[in-house]
T-cell receptor
Framework: SQQGEEDPQALSIQEGENATMNCSYK?????LQWYRQNSGRGLVHLIL?????REKHSGRLRVTLDTSKKSSSLLITASRAADTASYFC????????????FGKGITLSVRP | DAGVIQSPRHEVTEMGQEVTLRCKPI?????LFWYRQTMMRGLELLIY????????DSGMPEDRFSAKMPNASFSTLKIQPSEPRDSAVYFC??????????FGPGTRLTVT
């Protein structure tokens, strides 16, 4: 069964607005990752946050991790049309950190 | 580096035919992963290798699927015989650690 579940499934916003996407997971993890997939392309790694970190930034991306609630959020600030893509959270399998399980993804549409 | 290279990018074949998908990982990476992505099931891990050795093939759907990694720079995923339900996008990814993975552009397989 899939570990990470993203929410919402789809999000449509205006360019310049912020986009917040959430991920919940079921078991203890040592890290959580976010990936982006543009239409017809492979996934691209965005950011990794470790279990001992609460917040991490990378450019316009801000990721938080709440291990007590087993949840993470990805915030994209000042969104651009080029941010239109699917976003996935991924967590390692329990006992097999090399393997990742991906959620179904969030489809983000940024209207120009 | 050119990134993860996959070939072919598109494959259309008839049911019952053999299909071979190819992957060249990023040089120096010692993990290689094969995934399948469909609208219904999302992104599924089929098999992964560490230092050319298959570690976990529990995601391989049936005996019709097989994967090899004869050396550090090449892997194949073979489906024999192919069936219409095998139609999907197949991704190869590589990693130098058990953390972030780098995905290829994928092979879109259509079995008629």
């Amino acid at each position: 069964s899939q570990q990470g579940e993203e929410d919402p499934q789809a999000l449509s916003i205006q360019e310049g607005e912020n986009a917040t996407m959430n991920c919940s997971y079921k078991t203890s993890i040592n890290n959580l990752q976010w990936y982006r997939q543009n239409s017809g392309r492979g996934l691209v790694h965005l950011i990794l946050i470790r279990s001992n970190e609460r917040e991490k930034h990378s450019g316009r991306l801000r990721v938080t991790l709440d291990t007590s609630k087993k949840s993470s959020s990805l915030l994209i600030t000042a969104s651009r049309a080029a941010d239109t893509a699917s976003y996935f959270c991924a967590t390692p399998y329990t006992g097999a950190n090399s393997k990742l399980t991906f959620g179904k993804g969030i489809t983000l549409s940024v209207r120009p | 580096d050119a990134g993860v290279i996959q070939s072919p990018r598109h494959e259309v074949t008839e049911m019952g035919q053999e299909v071979t998908l190819r992957c060249k990982p990023i040089s120096g990476h010692d993990y290689l992963f094969w995934y399948r992505q469909t609208m219904m099931r999302g992104l599924e891990l089929l098999i992964y290798f560490n230092n050319n050795v298959p570690i976990d093939d529990s995601g391989m759907p049936e005996d019709r699927f097989s994967a090899k990694m004869p050396n550090a720079s090449f892997s194949t995923l073979k489906i024999q015989p192919s069936e219409p339900r095998d139609s999907a996008v197949y991704f190869c990814a590589s990693s130098s650690t058990s953390a972030e993975q780098y995905f290829g552009p994928g092979t879109r397989l259509t079995v008629t």
